[in-house]
């Protein structure tokens, strides 16, 4: 139990286009979300917070008009890169929460390697 | 407020070896605890988790970790290493609130050589 899957798991696009990377709770009801951008040998950083229904919380210094978040479902959250540029190239992973006993633990996807050229 | 410090950004242990990964942790609440491990170019999978239960706490693939409050360490280990066992390791603490966010600290790259 508790998988999340992300899709794609790998996207290259060119400068000033944008990317929609989708992240799923296969087996249970996500009610909280979260996107972290994690750059080569460092560790996770986080992007926002997105509550079912709610608008996302996003942490200090990310740009809440370049990365669209949209938790439409107990399932499904949906991140978008705005025109993106080569700096927005990284590794994004996404990760759920859910209620019950599913509470107490982030469970995290594979992650979407993102290459802007 | 909550922190976790990792000592050692690298950790090299022998095939068969003792492994320790050292993770200490500061909260201003009763925290939950997580030991991450996460494979090139993948997500983070769950090792083990201490929620206030036991203390000493046992994960997937022969890994356990004990929670000491006095220390405030969540120390990772494993009595012999395998190959496999080659990755990173995130150690992360949140408060037992809904609203609490997970905080990480910054890896330990795990080495396994023959």
């Known amino acids: 139990g508790a998988v999340v899957s992300q899709h794609p798991s790998r996207v290259i696009c060119k400068s000033g286009t944008s990317v929609k990377i989708e992240c799923r709770s296969l087996?249970?009801?996500?009610?909280?979300m979260f996107w972290y951008r994690q750059f080569p040998k460092q560790s996770l950083m986080l992007m926002a917070t997105?509550?079912?229904?709610?608008?996302?919380?996003?942490e200090q210094g990310v740009e809440k008009d370049k990365f669209l978040i949209n938790h439409a479902s107990l399932t499904l959250s949906t991140l978008t890169v705005t025109s993106a540029h080569p700096e927005d190239s990284s590794f994004y992973i996404c990760?759920?929460?859910?209620?019950?006993?599913?509470?107490?633990?982030?469970?995290f996807g594979p992650g979407t390697r993102l290459l802007v050229l | 407020a909550q922190s976790v410090t990792q000592l050692g950004s690298h950790v090299s242990v022998s095939e068969g070896a003792l492994v320790l990964l050292r993770c200490n942790y500061s909260?201003?609440?009763?925290?939950?605890l997580f030991w991450y491990v996460q494979y090139p170019n993948q997500g983070l999978q769950l090792l083990l988790k201490?929620?206030?239960?036991?203390?000493l706490v046992k994960g997937i693939n022969g890994f356990e970790a004990e929670f000491k409050k006095s220390e405030t360490s969540f120390h990772l280990t494993k009595p012999s290493a395998h190959m496999s066992d080659a990755a990173e390791y995130f150690c992360?603490?949140?408060?037992?609130?809904?609203?609490?966010?997970?905080?990480f600290g910054t890896g330990t790259r795990l080495q396994v050589t023959l």
């Open positions: 990760s759920a929460r859910g209620g019950g006993s599913y509470q107490e633990t982030q469970y």
């Open positions: 087996d249970f009801q996500a009610t909280t």
């Open positions: 997105s509550n079912e229904g709610s608008k996302a919380t996003y």
């Open positions: 909260s201003s609440v009763p925290p939950y």
């Open positions: 201490y929620t206030s239960a036991a203390t």
């Open positions: 992360a603490v949140r408060g037992t609130g809904t609203a609490s966010k997970l905080t």
